[in-house]
Each structure stands twice: as structure tokens, then as C-alpha cells.
């Protein structure tokens, strides 16, 4: 089977190199640039989310304990991180740009040191946990909603109808069940 995974880190990889351009354009304060980039990343951002939002639902409602912390945290950090680019986007876009530089380049930093911590906390704990306790038909799901994603079809009321189907019950082993991912 495809990985579920796989996807979701290519999307942090895209993020990386755009956060390294963000940060090389605020260095100069080539705004031209950083306009761009931050376009970018918010159209990357936005994506990604919504794929890794459809599996962290899934997840909550599935298979993880009402008391879990990490989740809503992860969600509380994705709204951050669009807020901040969409800031970002609106200080970049003003009419009074003499004035905007500090506010800028103090909102790069914050989104950038936020995004940093939030992929590398993904990527070392989130993510292993998830290719863990995920079994074969709720990864067949997902990647089936990826699918859609991908073509355009999906858009944000979608990720409820991922819970849903899957209250087909695949078979989920109580080994599954107790692996401990509420400790998360
Ligand atoms: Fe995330
Ligand atoms: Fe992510």
C-alpha cells in the first residue's frame, strides 16, 4: 500500500525551501519577493492543511482518547500559521509601506521559528504515530481522499464526510487500540 505519509512530507518539503526563500527575501526586504513567496507558502499552507486536517480528524474521532492534548494543539498551530501568512500578506500589500518593515520582519520570524518547531514535531512524533495505529482500510480512505483533494474537488466542509464513512468499522485490532497514542 502507498504510504499516507509520503504525501504529507513532500508538502513540508516544499514548505522548507519556500521558508528559506521567505527568509533570504526579509534579510534584503526585497518586497517583490517576499510577496511572492508568501503567496506561495499560504497556497502550499492552505493544501497541506486541509490533507493533514482530514487524517487528524479521522484520527481524533477514531482512535484517539477524549483527554489527547496534541491534536487540538496541532489544530490551534494551523490556524496560527494561516493567520500569520495572511498578516503577512496584508502588512506586504499595504498602501503604507514606509512603515512596515519592523511589523514584517517580526512576523516572518514569528512564522518561521512556529513552522519550524510544527514540521519537526510532525515528522518525529505525529507522523510515525499516525503510519502506526492508522490500519489498512482507514489508509485506503485517506489516500482515496487525497485523490479528490488532488483534483480539485475537495474543499474544507469534506473533511466531516471522511468521518463519517469511516464509521463503516474496518476491523481494528484491540492491540491498535492500546497502543498509547493518547500519551501523544
Ligand atoms: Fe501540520
Ligand atoms: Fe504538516
Given amino acids: 500500500m502507498k504510504s499516507i505519509i509520503e504525501p504529507l512530507l513532500r508538502d513540508h518539503a516544499k514548505l522548507r525551501t519556500l521558508a528559506g526563500e521567505l527568509r533570504a527575501h526579509t534579510e534584503r526586504f526585497d518586497l517583490p519577493g517576499m510577496r511572492q513567496t508568501a503567496q506561495a507558502m499560504l497556497d ?10 482530514a487524517v487528524l480528524y479521522l484520527i481524533g474521532m477514531k482512535f484517539l482518547k477524549a483527554n489527547n492534548k496534541k491534536l ?15 498578516n503577512l500578506g496584508q502588512l506586504l500589500f499595504s498602501a503604507r509601506l514606509t512603515n512596515i518593515e519592523d511589523q514584517a520582519r517580526q512576523t516572518v520570524f514569528m512564522l518561521l521559528e512556529g513552522l519550524d518547531h510544527h514540521l519537526a514535531e510532525e515528522e518525529s512524533v505525529v507522523f510515525p504515530a499516525l503510519d502506526k495505529l492508522i490500519d489498512d482500510p482507514h489508509k485506503e480512505l485517506i489516500l482515496h481522499r487525497y485523490g479528490t483533494m488532488d483534483g480539485g474537488e475537495f474543499d474544507e466542509l469534506d473533511r466531516m464526510p471522511l468521518v463519517s464513512l469511516s464509521d463503516e468499522e474496518p476491523h481494528t485490532s484491540g492491540s491498535v487500540r492500546s497502543s498509547g497514542f493518547d500519551t501523544l
Avoid at 487540538?72 to 495572511?86: A, C, G, M, V
Fill in 72 to 86: 487540538p494543539e496541532l489544530f490551534k498551530e494551523h490556524d496560527q500559521t494561516l493567520s500569520r501568512l495572511q
Fill in 44 to 53: 502550499t499552507a492552505r493544501a497541506h492543511i486541509l490533507k493533514e486536517e
